[in-house]
């Protein structure tokens, strides 16, 4: 007889934090097995419900005691159980899996964010490890677009964006309320309030995919080329190995040779009706 | 097509000589996978007897039809190798209420193949970059005592284009044993140890040069009827010029999106995991074929990459003939033509071929 080591096998995971960001998205810090790989900022994990499935997320956050975050919104049959998760209670992951931003490209540039939505989320850990190393890289400018002031993610560190040195946050939301004063309108509205050096950027994209189209657009247009934007694409990755198929976008498995790419890379199939 | 030549060992015999081949293999402690008609249709099942394997039967074979009839010479039906070396169904593990991880142990059995055709031995080659190199264990364990004896094919179906996708219909390589049924003799070759091993058991004698002239007389017929009516060369290239194509809309107007093409395809690789739990708490995480006709495939929570069927149809199709190319290094299709029988609506993929291939003569820019 012969046991089936699967890659399929997930890891047990204990929550032993839990945040509500807004309505309907969460934030759980997992302690995950000491011999765990640890994540580069951009990659994500397959986290598994018992009996509900598994879902792939990125990796929001990994704390200074070893803690990975994942941000989650709840939209579907998996991420809708996140809602009942508490302290103490057990998941499984597998992971980390897929490439990550390309941090050593970062170095010595300016770095401009863009983000959309929940897809702040995989971005965090690039601003965490900014503020960490922070010689290690020019400015930082984060774009931020939510729908609503009530749908945006980590506002209790906004502040400490702010105070990291030579660094830039401007957050736009599509629809203000009475207590909003700041920008209203698209994330792309906000890329010509920057001071862009085209030769000494690199842009990293995260948002839903019509945002991603026309911030690319946008950042060719002020000069930036298409092996200087980065995009994090989303897809179904259910095996997160590159083997199940699901997450093919033409010829590239997205969960193996991305989520990131360079637009460079992916452009041929980027913005292909329905590829 | 080159055929590759045949020479460790080039002997004929007779049918008596292919029964006793089989007994001999059974003796080894294989179990045989081989051709047997399962309601009026030829499966690949586990063969107990020589005897068990069809004579006189002929299938027909057409854009969505299959027909058993009496006959000279059978092809492949719906199953292909995959059925057991990437079962339908596998349990990967099991949850227990307290999170006790349970995994399974399967036992290390003996597989031979017997009969199956150059397209699927072909099929086994390109799952074996897939499957095999990407770490299934279920797949790799089958697969290193796996014993394959090849049906050359003498008779291509209607549906076949090995000749064009360069597969067959004789097997060049890769294969234990490869035998052609010629007339009234059977020609054997060998192409492992074990094969010759199990060759030099029976009574073959060496091809005479008569016997010789009818084998490659055969094989150029055979050669000429397995052809698609476009050449892969250059095919991958002038396909991926066709992604904005209209094409693609016409030719799934018929289209159900029944995801058949997928599950008879002999290299169709996707899957999904589902849970299933059991009255007593446990839940099993199960590996179950999927494919990207499937309405949830490319389904995401809260959005869909894929609702329409035509782009799943060219994704389907750009996959087996160029996609598959950048990742694997071969073509995806084997030229067996399951898809085109099994189709319920007798879609014919040499027909999409040409029609796109037209469109991109006409219409197609050339990019970088």
């Known amino acids: 007889m012969v046991k089936l080591l699967s890659k399929f096998i997930p890891r047990v995971a204990i929550i032993r934090k839990t945040i509500t960001e807004t309505h309907n998205i969460k934030t759980v810090y997992l302690e995950v097995p000491y011999d765990f790989e640890k994540p580069k900022p951009g990659q994500f994990n397959e986290l598994y419900i018992r009996g509900a499935g598994e879902v792939p997320i990125s990796i929001s956050d990994i704390t200074e005691e070893g803690l990975i975050a994942h941000t989650i919104r709840f939209v579907g049959t998996v991420t809708k159980m996140f809602i009942e998760l508490k302290e103490g209670d057990k998941i499984g992951v597998r992971g980390p899996y897929g490439n990550g931003w390309p941090l050593s490209k970062l170095r010595d540039k300016d770095v401009l964010i863009v983000a959309g939505g929940v897809g702040l989320a995989p971005l965090r850990p690039v601003i965490r490890e900014i503020e960490r190393n922070r010689n290690l890289y020019g400015r930082l400018m984060i774009l931020y677009g939510a729908r609503t002031p009530k749908d945006l993610l980590y506002r209790h560190e906004y502040s400490r964006y702010e105070k990291i040195p030579n660094s830039k946050l401007l957050v736009t939301v599509d629809r203000g309320d009475e207590s909003w004063t700041g920008y209203v309108g698209v994330v792309t509205k906000l890329i010509p309030k920057v001071e862009i050096e085209p030769e000494n950027t690199i842009a990293l994209v995260c948002g839903p995919e019509i945002m991603m189209r026309f911030t690319v657009k946008d950042l060719m247009a002020r000069g930036l080329r298409e092996n200087q934007v980065y995009l994090s694409l989303e897809r179904r990755m259910r095996c997160g190995v590159g083997f199940c198929g699901h997450c093919q976008v033409g010829p590239l498995f997205v969960c193996t040779e991305g989520p990131v790419f360079s637009y460079e890379k992916i452009k041929k199939y980027f913005g292909v009706e329905q590829i | ?368």
């Open chain 2, 1 to 368: 097509m080159e055929v590759k030549q045949l020479t460790l060992i080039e002997y004929y015999g007779a049918e008596d000589d292919l029964r006793e081949l089989f007994n001999s293999i059974k003796d080894r402690g294989y179990n045989i996978i081989g051709p047997k008609i399962v309601d009026n249709v030829i499966r690949l099942e586990e063969l107990k007897e020589f005897s068990e394997i069809p004579r006189g039967i002929e299938d027909i074979q057409k854009p969505g039809m299959y027909k058993l009839v009496r006959g000279e010479f059978f092809r492949h039906g719906p199953d292909s190798p995959k059925k057991f070396l990437f079962p339908p169904r596998l349990l990967l593990f099991r949850v227990s209420k307290d999170w006790t991880i349970e995994i399974p142990e399967v036992e290390e059995k003996l597989i031979a193949f017997f009969g199956i055709k150059p397209c699927d031995l072909a099929a086994i080659k390109a799952m074996d970059e897939v499957q095999g190199e990407l770490g299934d264990p279920y797949y790799r364990l089958i697969r290193k005592n796996l014993l394959i004896i090849v049906e050359n094919c003498i008779e291509p179906g209607e549906t076949c284009f090995c000749s064009t996708m360069e597969t067959g219909p004789i097997a060049g390589s890769g294969f234990d044993i490869a035998y052609t049924r010629v007339e009234d003799f059977i020609v054997f070759s060998a192409d492992s140890e074990i094969g010759v091993n199990l060759l030099k058991e029976l009574n073959l004698r060496p091809l005479d040069s008569e016997k010789s002239t009818k084998y490659a007389k055969a094989i150029k017929r055979a050669i000429d009827k397995a052809k698609a009516n476009f050449s892969i060369e250059g095919l991958p290239e002038k396909l991926e010029l066709s992604l904005n194509s209209p094409a693609y809309k016409e030719i799934t107007e018929k289209c159900l999106g029944c995801a058949n093409c997928n599950m008879v395809c002999p290299t169709c690789f996707c899957f999904d995991v589902v849970d299933v739990p059991n009255l007593n708490g446990t839940v099993e995480r199960i590996r179950v074929w999927d494919g990207c006709f499937s309405y949830s495939y490319a389904m995401v929570a809260g959005g869909h990459f894929r609702p329409d069927l035509w782009a799943r149809y060219r994704h389907w199709l750009l996959h087996k003939f160029s996609y598959w190319l950048k990742q694997f290094g071969r073509f995806g299709c084997v030229g067996c033509g399951r898809c085109i029988t099994w189709c319920p609506v007798g879609i014919d993929v040499r027909e999409s071929i040409i029609k796109i291939l037209n469109w991109v003569r006409t219409y197609g820019e050339v990019t970088e």
